[in-house]
């Protein structure tokens, strides 16, 4: 057993962390809310009609290339709608989406039938029964998986590495799926092994799980070149460098690509999904998520169809606590508030988080102490402090100077800041504003600047310009722009003009409620 290269730290988990409830199959809703983009690249295309019947697995979203993956129905029912809905996008913007009202049959579509002999198929067959089935890294980014089991040219695969630990503090989706479908994993795991001829496999789990570390050994007894191993129980696992240093004791400097070594990293969720989708045909219709936060009545482990409106999950749970308003979609780090229990369950989401107001999970921001706890926590040693300094000062250049594209948004230095500083938003806002400024168009500006909060306590530093919700809006206004690609000259200008407008003027409502 190793341990970690750089950053993280000990990651208690919250008290209403349901770690020893067994996982829960969720009743069907009386609507199911599906939007098209639930996956990194291309969104899916909607291929069904208003008052169309579907069968349970049915492709609803076609995928039109080869970086995209379908959407299917998850349980037999009638299309009503086509439009738009909320995702839970700290914005409040909606995404086009299908909607099926379910008709309780449970009745599968045809089209569903597995693989006779997956282990001695051709990994070109695996890789397109994993894309028609729609299956995903079942984390933040859920980069489509068979492009993931698609090494380049020249590049191959000797060591995959398994994360068995939490993506995030408070949650045990990983540890139910591994005490009660080891075996299942176990079998995607051989799966993903045959697909990119990996001799070896390295399960990683924390240490203290032992009814996890004892399931997945019993299923991997006596299977060539599989190994169950330790963990130390640290955040984040996330991170690719973290977990090659717990499970190889091997460092991967900054910008090091994990195939150069090759390595290949999956997680026992995914591994779980490509079992079903291989032998049972399978699509991913539903995902494992906690609910849990001293603000839910009953936490537990639900295993929700995609699609399943939050409240459906909460009310299942016993509803919330009295004085409790404010729900987050994902855990502690990169959770996201929402502002609606409206908001469906998606391909990516981990968790449903609710906490007391006593908590004190909204703190307001204080200048930042220079105390240092950001450089310690940051897994890829970077300098958040000075990073965020930069990016309010508008020195994006200098911001990339520092590395900023190999920040990998674990979220760990805003957790652990003292002064409650936004910082995983500051940076996922600059990224996009250099990517949109690569691109050739000129990002929005809020105020004249690119000042995202309030003064740090240096003296010369520009003061509040925007909160960390306007942050996002800029960020979306970039990346809408961006990808119209279309829009130029007057229309380009007039686009750009009223995003900053809209920012703008968000910014002077913040300033004025400040005061």
Known sequence: MFGFMH???????????????????????????????????????????VGQKVGKGEVIGRADVWGSVPLHAPTSGTVVAVTACPTGHPTGLTQLAVVIEPDGAERWSEAVQGMVDPLNAAPSLLRE???????????????????????????????????????????????????ERANEILSGIQIIMRIVSAKQCFIGIEQGKSAAIQAMTQAAWGVA????????????????????????????????????????????????????????????????????????ARPANLEALIGTPLRHLIDHCGGLQSGVDQLFLGGPLLGQAVNTQDVPVLKSSTAVLSFLPAAGVAKPQQPCIRCGRCVEA??????????????????????????????????????????????????????????????????????????????????????????????????????????????????????????????????????????
Not at 22 to 48: D, N
Not at 228 to 246: K, S, T, Y
């Open 129 to 179: 029964q994993i894309r028609a089935a729609g299956i995903v890294g079942l984390g933040d980014e859920c980069f489509p998986s068979h492009l993931k089991l698609t090494p380049p040219r020249g590049k191959r695969v000797d060591l995959l590495l398994i994360n068995g630990a939490e993506c995030e503090p408070g949650l045990s989706v990983h540890e139910r799926l591994m005490v």
């Open 7 to 49: 950053g993280g730290g000990e990651s208690a988990a919250d008290g209403g962390s349901p770690a020893l409830s067994a996982i829960e199959m969720l009743p069907i809703p009386q609507r199911l809310y599906l939007p098209l983009r639930q996956h990194a690249g291309y969104p899916s295309v909607p291929c069904v009609t």
């Open 225 to 296: 070149g599989v190994r169950v191993q330790g963990v130390p129980a640290m955040r984040p696992h996330g991170v690719r460098q973290q977990l090659v240093a717990a499970l190889t004791g091997k460092n991967l400097s900054l910008g090091a690509r994990l195939l150069d070594r090759r390595l290949l990293v999956h997680n026992v969720s995914t591994a779980c999904s490509i079992h079903d989708a291989v032998w049972r045909g399978r699509p991913l219709l539903s995902r494992v998520l906690t609910v849990a936060g001293g603000g839910i």
């Open 378 to 515: 940051c897994p890829m040693g970077l300098v958040p402090a000075e990073m965020a300094r930069r990016v309010r000062k508008g020195q994006l250049m200098r911001v990339a100077e520092l590395q900023l594209h190999d920040c990998t948004e674990c979220g760990f230095c805003g957790f652990v800041c003292p002064s409650h500083i936004p910082l995983l938003d500051t940076f996922r806002y600059a990224k996009w504003v250099l990517q949109a400024e690569k691109w050739g168009r000129q990002p929005p500006s809020v105020g004249g600047g690119h000042a995202l909060s309030e003064r740090d306590g240096t003296a010369g530093e520009p003061a509040v310009v925007a909160p960390p919700a306007v942050v996002m809006a800029e960020a979306v206004a970039v990346r809408e722009e961006v990808t119209v690609g279309s829009a130029s000259g007057k229309g380009a200008r007039a686009v750009r003009a009223a995003h900053a407008a809209r920012a703008a003027k968000a910014a002077k409502a913040s300033r004025d409620q400040a005061k």
